[in-house]
């Protein structure tokens, strides 16, 4: 029997090149809203809905009695009540509730790949990155590596966490892609100083003047909250729950 | 005082995203229209006329009485007179003449380019790698390396070059850019073995069905064609004759 086939897209500039229906899409941020959203789930919150816009956040934030957050510039947007920190959502904080979540990148490559056509939409990131694999594994679907990138450029960090699944992977797919082949030589090449890696990218530069270092470093450590994020009626809900 | 800048562009797809305005644009299609302009300049043709229609280039190629040049998935595309191999064309053949050539993927980004409003466009591959590097050294002016990609697609090759010329040049240029960073590490770890790793790329898989192994080959090599094409008035000439 032939494998699904796997590739992966550097930017959302890219996901038009892909015909991205019948196959399951993973939506990778790694700094951070995909890694928040593992940690929210995986410490008991109900759903994580992902919105565009911050008027969007505020409204459904109120109508769902939900928590809401985003930050621009690693501050908390005005209005909204929380950020974009993994480590805003630990269990005694999170257990039970909605949150309600406006990011610049993740959110928006989201819902362009729901208009695209993919037929099953996950979250990735090194919190949740085995979870991710052995889902990917026991599917037997194509599948897309969705790089959020930053204002649609090219970043390191995703490109790595595709890497990481590519590697964990690659015996259960046909990869033909050169993107893919590139991820993963990365990731090959940093896996074992992903903390020294990490202080090289672009997106470190920009946060970590936010004193962000420690979520950084969260955010590039395998399974910390392993967990499976999927889109199922406007939500980001735990995979376990929908079986 | 400050050094310019240099970011890495990695599919045409991505070239909107920047500001390429009085900039040095560097067009790289490695596997092959920028090592066959190199290589045709070098061997002494006068200029190479970069075409996006087929039809464009017959109605040229009459009126100039010029070589007519372009293939489509590895055959001679029918109308024209030659392929897009550096190998046809020796001094012996190419020397005093114009060529008009179409490609794919090198002719749409440069015209994108200039579109763009870059003010300086030039023509990169391994063939003229060190007559690219010293250009960019010293016109101490912003620099896009632009990846000419397979149909929009990331591929490795053109990376590589971007990754060897910033390795040559990188010590003049303030560089803030991930895809930069990638494609220099990507260089450094094949450079000692370019011919396995153009093995690897699937531009390789699709020209070797061709039997078109020994032009790759030609084409991963450094410094065989030591020239620098700069377009002028509409066609690509050798830079020593613009000065």
Redesign the interface.
């Known amino acids: 029997m032939q494998q699904p086939t796997l590739h992966t897209i ?2 959302p ?2 996901l038009d ?1 892909y015909d991205v229906r019948q196959s399951i899409f993973v939506i990778i941020d790694v700094f951070r809203a995909t890694s928040t959203i593992a940690t929210a789930l995986y410490n008991g919150a109900k759903k994580v809905i992902p919105v565009d816009q911050v008027d969007q956040c505020i409204e459904l934030g109120k109508k769902l009695n939900a928590i809401t957050a985003g930050e621009r510039d690693g501050k908390i947007i005005p209005g909204l009540q929380y950020g974009n920190s993994p480590a805003e959502y630990p269990r005694n904080f999170i257990e039970g509730q909605t949150l309600v979540l406006t990011t610049t990148n993740g959110t928006k490559l989201l819902h362009m790949a729901l208009q695209a056509g993919a037929d099953d939409v996950i979250t990735g990131s090194f919190p949740n990155l085995s979870a991710v694999a052995n889902y990917l594994i026991e599917q037997k679907k194509p599948v897309f590596l969705g790089c959020s990138a ?7 960090e995703d ?1 790595l966490f595709a890497g990481a699944v590519i590697h964990a992977v690659k015996s259960h797919f046909t990869i ?4 893919s ?2 991820a993963e ?2 990731y090959l ?1 940093h896996k074992d100083d992903m903390h020294g890696f990490a202080r ?4 470190w ?1 920009r946060l970590s003047q936010y004193g962000l270092e420690k979520d950084l470093e969260y955010c590039v450590t395998p399974d910390g909250a392993p967990i499976l994020p999927r889109y199922v009626d406007g939500a980001l809900i735990p995979h376990s729950k929908t079986v």
Not at 176 to 179: G, K
Request: proline share 0%.
């Open positions: 550097l930017s500039r890219m090149i930053w204002k649609d450029r090219f970043n390191l490109t033909h892609c050169d993107s082949l590139m030589q990365m090449q090289l990218t672009t997106h530069h």
